[in-house]
């Protein structure tokens, strides 16, 4: 497993001139986990069967997330904004 300081995709992303906002809404950190996965599976060339957000999963959930397929495996990520 490839350590967060070790990712080839983190170091492309140090030189780009990012911050972070202050505060982010569920809905906001869901856009940015949907453009990273995609940014990496782009990158590592790593095969990415669906990526849905809850919403268009029809999931009757009230929390935000995603669902991500890959091969034969779904995995469901939910986000709660905690403060």
């Known amino acids: 497993m490839v350590g967060m300081s070790d990712s080839p995709i983190l170091r492309e992303l140090e030189g780009l001139d990012r911050k972070p906002p202050e505060s982010m809404s569920a809905e906001e950190l869901e856009d940015f986990l949907t ?17 849905r957000t809850f919403g268009e999963a029809k999931l009757l959930l009230k ?18 904004k905690t403060r």
């Not at 590592?44 to 669906?50: E, G, L, M, N, Y």
Request: overall charge negative.
């Open 63 to 80: 929390n935000r997330g995603l669902v991500v397929a890959l091969g034969n495996a779904e995995f469901r990520v939910s986000i709660t």
């Open 35 to 51: 453009e990273a996965i995609g940014f990496y599976a782009e990158h590592t060339k790593t095969p990415i069967d669906a990526l």
